[in-house]
């Protein structure tokens, strides 16, 4: 995003600290005499998005410390109290500043939609900026009401350093004021195409997340039934428009993310993290938080501090297979070893993990290795994070059609669009499943270079393994695709002898449709679904989300600290994870957040929530 003049009045927040508001600025702007012009409009409205980027929300803390759920633990051994242990405070830093943040957002949207009719414009273009106000408005607040139930709710600019003392409204209002909010918005933005980049919202982004919103009504808390005819009509627009669609390769998905590449398709909004003039604008962590740990070099540095439990790993069809004398788990479900890391870097060189170590793979949704920003920065990352893709409205039309016919053959056809995608089902060819060992050969001093050719595909990787001269094991490290032959096994090196046949995994003849009894009623239909959100959207913030409005989040997480317990062993990675007590601390007041000190302070209306 562009550098941002903030108007006094939008920076001004719901709870200012006291220090802050004694400050008396000598060269500030009212709103009077700014909103003249559309750049200045355009200026503002970046000013709204602004927020989605910060580190104390999609920069990090939304996607990493605030949705630990049963397919991830936080693995630094230095951290004994904090969000995402589920032993923090009130006072809690990263819950004080999304709080903040979210607040800042609205009040920037606030100042926006009282001034906009004023700008001199061409009314479509401000129709489409008012639009965008409305619907971030209310998507901050969709945010808020999700994580901390009855909130403040202004729908005017801040215009008083002394108006703190806010009621809170019951959460069942704010839902329908996002829906108004949203419906308004989604008849006043533009269409998906306007723009060349995933970062503004269009009316495909409104519907698909009134879908989401929709379905949160109809779950706990609100538990109004009704909100599912909604969920599936928003979208249904999104399905029927049709100028969505999957993109035929899952891992390809967020590698274009990774490469700020855009597939406005498949992937519908993003936030946004570039680089401007060799500087970090944007506070965005993907890929550095997270991924593959990795020195800076020739990655690009990660601290790969979110870790998958066994919990998650086993949701995924695994097979347990002996190759080359070394005991793997493989999986015909390409999205397990693109979301779990099948390989860690060692030496500069990419290594697999055997079947034991499964507590040691980290969420490797996006990879450093295929960021091509030059330096890659150690602490930030140009990555964007996804806040809606295709596949997603897909389960959700599934789901609300489900809940409202039961199990209907366009729903299952929905979800069996997913999960072909994940099966490998849409690229046209195999890809590579192990390589058989057929000779090792002698006189191999170093790891010789094993590379995969002909076949009529591309893209798989993978790596020798030398013992006493000889080789032992050579690992897939991808398993490329497209192949519709036998490839050739080429090793070249210091050595002679050695020989190896690759052994495609035959994805074209899987049949990865849904099979009885996940079709045969609303029951088994649903836990499929809810399986399949799993399996699919795994790491993209909204795990939390979907098992509290499912009522499954204390149930779940107290299975996967059962589970933890039983699988840990002595190895660094499962001790994190037994040492996080993951599930253990969590009860009935984690499905809400602690209303922050800093609020309860200022706010003399402030009620804090239960447990808290």
């Known amino acids: 995003m562009k550098k941002i003049f903030y108007l006094l009045i939008s920076m001004s927040l719901l709870t200012s600290c006291k220090k802050f508001l004694e400050v008396i600025p000598t060269n500030s702007i009212s709103p009077q005499g700014y909103f003249k012009t559309e750049e200045e409009a355009e200026i503002a409205l970046a000013g709204v998005y602004d927020v989605l980027g910060k580190s104390g929300t999609y920069g ?40 903040i943040y979210m607040y800042t957002g609205i009040n920037r949207a606030n100042t926006l939609l009282d001034n ?16 965008q106000a409305l619907f971030l408005r209310a998507y901050y607040y969709f945010l808020l009401t999700n994580y901390w139930g009855n909130i403040p709710m202004r729908l005017q600019a801040t215009n008083s350093v002394t108006d703190n003392d806010l009621p809170f409204t019951p959460y069942k209002d704010v839902y329908h004021q996002i829906v108004s909010d949203m419906e308004k918005a989604a008849d006043k933005v533009y269409s998906i195409g306007k723009y060349a980049n995933a970062g503004r919202v269009t009316k495909e982004v409104v519907w698909g997340i009134l879908a989401r919103v929709n379905l949160k009504m109809a779950g706990a808390p609100l538990r109004d039934k009704s909100r599912y005819a909604e969920a599936k009509k928003w979208a249904e627009k999104v399905i029927t428009g049709g100028k969505n669609s999957l993109n035929t390769d899952y891992r390809q998905v967020f590698i274009n993310m990774c490469k700020g590449s855009y597939d406005l398709k498949e992937s519908m909004w993003e936030v946004e993290f570039k680089r401007y003039n060799g500087t970090q604008n944007e506070e965005g962590s993907l890929g550095s938080i997270n991924g593959i740990a990795a020195a800076a070099k020739p990655w690009g540095y990660s601290y790969g501090a979110k870790h998958t439990t066994k919990y998650y790993f086993d949701l995924f069809e695994n097979t347990s297979q002996t190759i080359n004398g070394v005991a793997h788990i493989l999986s015909p479900d390409m999205r397990r070893d693109w979301s779990i890391s099948p390989y860690y870097y060692s030496d500069n060189l990419k290594a697999t993990y055997n079947a034991t170590q499964i507590y040691n793979r980290m969420d490797a949704k996006w990879r450093r290795e295929y960021e091509p920003t030059d330096p890659k920065f150690n602490g930030s990352t140009t990555i964007n994070f996804p806040l809606l893709r295709y596949a997603d409205v897909l389960l959700m039309y599934a789901e609300a059609d489900n809940e409202i016919n039961g199990p209907q053959a366009v729903a299952i056809e929905y979800v069996n669009q997913v999960r072909r995608r994940a099966y490998g089902k849409l690229l046209a060819g195999n890809g590579v499943k192990y390589i058989q060992i057929d000779n090792g050969g002698t006189g191999f001093t170093e790891e010789p270079t094993a590379t995969v050719v002909g076949g009529g595909g591309f893209g798989a990787e993978a790596r020798a393994i030398v013992s006493q001269g000889k080789i032992t094991n050579i690992m897939i490290l991808n398993s490329g695709s497209g192949y519709t032959s036998q490839p050739t096994v080429v090793i070249s090196g210091v050595g002679t002898g050695a020989s190896a046949t690759a052994v495609l995994d ?37 795990r939390r989300f979907d098992l509290i409005r499912w009522n499954d ?60």
Request: aromatic share 10%; glycine share 4%.
């Open 553 to 612: 989040y204390i149930t779940v997480m107290k299975q996967v600290a059962t589970n933890i317990k039983s699988t840990t062993t002595t190895s660094p990675a499962s001790t994190y994870a037994y040492a996080a007590r993951h599930g253990d601390n969590v009860s009935a007041r984690d499905t809400l957040l602690a209303i922050p000190s800093r609020e309860i302070e200022m706010n003399r209306k402030a009620k804090q929530n239960n447990g808290w």
């Open 116 to 131: 906009i009719a004023r700008v001199q414009m061409d009314p479509v273009k401000r129709d489409a900026i008012e639009g």
């Open 60 to 99: 990090r803390t939304l996607y990493f410390e605030m949705d630990v759920a049963d397919d991830s633990f936080v693995a630094l051994s230095t951290w004994t109290q904090d969000l995402s242990l589920f032993n923090y405070n009130p006072s809690d830093t990263k819950v004080t500043d999304l709080w």
């Open 506 to 542: 035959n994805r074209m003849t899987i049949n990865a449709d849904l099979k009885s009894p996940a079709t045969d009623d609303v029951i088994y239909f649903r836990e499929a679904i809810k399986k399949e959100r799993g399996l699919e959207l795994g790491y993209e913030g909204l």
